[in-house]
């Protein structure tokens, strides 16, 4: 069975930073394009950012230069570091894997077949 199981979440202040970490099991790790998506109360789930496997990033406008997503093949674990939060950045954050997935369509929630339970993210003021 594949599981994605993101952890770090939790309630900070603007201006702060927080590391989440999603730990793959279930799958050849090296062989998915990972993404971090979020959802907030009332809202659809949007895409946050992308890692490839060759490395290469994809982020939405709104967390680009304030969030980093990497990834580490030999522990099976994507992370998304996020800095400089803002109260707009209170949803619950998921995981999600797609195998291979090189096309341009990285940002799309359908293209995802795996998925997390997600890990909440709060930022007060």
């Known amino acids: 069975q594949v599981q994605l199981v993101e952890s770090g979440g939790g309630l900070v202040q603007a201006g702060d930073s927080l590391r989440l970490s999603c730990a793959a099991s279930?799958?050849?790790?090296?062989?998915?394009?990972m993404a971090w998506f979020r959802q907030a109360p009332g809202t659809e789930r949007e895409f946050v950012a992308a890692i490839r496997l060759s490395g290469s990033t994809s982020y939405a406008d709104s967390v680009k230069g304030r969030f980093t997503v990497s990834r580490d093949n030999a522990k099976n674990t994507v992370y998304l570091q996020m800095n400089s939060l803002k109260l707009e950045d209170t949803a619950v954050y998921y995981c999600?894997?797609?195998?291979?997935?090189?096309?341009?369509?990285?940002?799309?929630?359908?293209?995802?077949?795996?998925w997390g339970q997600g890990t909440q993210v709060t930022v007060s003021s």
């Open positions: 999600a894997a797609v195998a291979y997935g090189m096309g341009p369509y990285v940002r799309e929630e359908s293209r995802y077949n795996y």
């Open positions: 279930g799958l050849t790790f090296s062989t998915y394009t």
